[in-house]
């Protein structure tokens, strides 16, 4: 496969040899065993069951209060519901909660969504529906003097249950999930650290016209020393950025040599996307590849597209702006992207400020980047702030043709606003198709 030949080999820095290295899994688990399959948090699955609660706790109540109204339960529940008055009827209020139930089931078991939108117009709807009730209703006292309290329990039960889904996936859900990812995050970075201490990986380079030669070490001055010295002059921020972008390396790298679970989206013209569903703890994460050949050299192809960052509107498919805003050092930049509508018109405007650093690894030219904020560019009215997670391009010279190069594009992104994963797929799917396109007849014009 070409993604196996370009990142399933590592380089020795000390011999310049290179060595076959075994392709690292993700264990698989009950989170996300396969690539179809999403895992819930603790906290999503209490949300989840107080969804069914509040519908199975107003049903029950509104059954209790039909058998006290006249003592003919089946005709009550009969003339609640046939003769049916806004004003004197409380069947709607099973029906409210039944509609909640199912639209937040859809939103956060289905879709696994994240985003507090639907929860919010759940609570939102409701709480004005009950209000207008409360206002509008015609109370008549029924023979059972339990039931006159049930009427008022019922009504108070719906508004305090919706609201409490609203308190339970903001204070709960979403902060359990957000630090579960972050710890997670931590542990895989830790973790590639040390394999990547063992294997001996190159040494961090900079893309330049000597960038590919690495001196003979000596006590006075080394690769480290000169990186360290460099970062004596950068701001504690901009430090701080190039460490991150060492980080997201090392796991954009390890992404890159996952080469079992992929699903293929579409393939066409030599130019492949498919997508992988990563486990972690709070949920699997879904990431996507483009994979495909150019007709130029390997060192051509990474100079075009990862050092002129201000031409990607010319072959990225959606780009329409892109820039860098700061250069931290010869390797390490901030880049800001904007997109035109997806997928025909499914997934709307955004944009997005990433982090990249590059480095040659072998005989492999590696650019990854990773979302990051950035005082200089504050999020747009006009475009929805998406992120990126550890992603990047791996471009490296075709097998037994100096002239062709291979590439990979990871690509790792939170498009934001609740999106169903139908629709990402197909937005995703079309967006990396059309750049693998875009991509090769770009290279065909500048360099044909």
Known sequence: MMMSSLVSQDYDAESGSHHSAPVTSYPSSGLASSATHRGFSP????????????????????????????????????????????????????????????????????????????????????????????????FKSPKDGTSAYLYYVLVLSSLILSWVEVWVFDSKVIPAETKEEQRQFREERRSLLRNENRRHLTPYSTISDNAFYTPEASDEESENDREEAGNLTLSQEDQEFIQRGKETMEITWERMRLNDGWKTEKAKDGVVVESRVIPLPAGGKKIYRLTGSLDAKADEVFNL???????????????T??????????????????????????????????????????????????????????????????????????????????SGTEYVWLFDVDLKGWLPQTVIDAAMSFMLFQTGQGLKAYIQEQLG
Not at 305 to 319: L, M
Not at 384 to 394: M, T
């Open 305 to 319: 597209v990862i050092k002129h960052p201000e031409d990607a509107h010319k072959w990225g498919g959606d780009i």
């Open 321 to 402: 702006a892109s820039f860098v805003i700061r250069q931290i050092d010869e390797n390490t930049d901030i880049v800001y992207n904007s997109t035109g509508e997806a997928g025909g018109g499914m997934v709307s405007s955004r944009d997005f400020v990433n982090l990249r650093r590059w480095e040659k690894r072998g005989d492999v030219f590696v650019s990854c980047n990773v979302s990051v904020e950035c005082d200089e560019m504050p999020p747009k009215k006009e475009h929805v702030r998406a992120a990126n997670g550890p992603g990047g391009w791996a471009i490296r010279e075709a097998e037994g043709n100096p």
């Open 43 to 138: 906290a999503r699955r209490l949300f989840c069951l107080l969804a069914l609660f509040d519908f199975l706790a107003i049903l029950f109540i509104w059954i209790l209060y039909a058998h006290g109204l006249s003592g003919e339960f089946k005709e009550d529940i009969k003339s609640d519901v046939q003769k049916y008055h806004f004003k004197k009827s409380l069947c709607d209020l099973v029906m409210l909660a039944l509609w909640r139930m199912t639209v937040l089931l859809l939103a956060y078991a289905l879709f696994v969504s994240r985003k507090w939108y639907v929860v919010g117009l759940t609570t939102g709807s409701s709480t004005v529906f009950l209000l207008v009730k409360a206002i509008l209703m015609d």
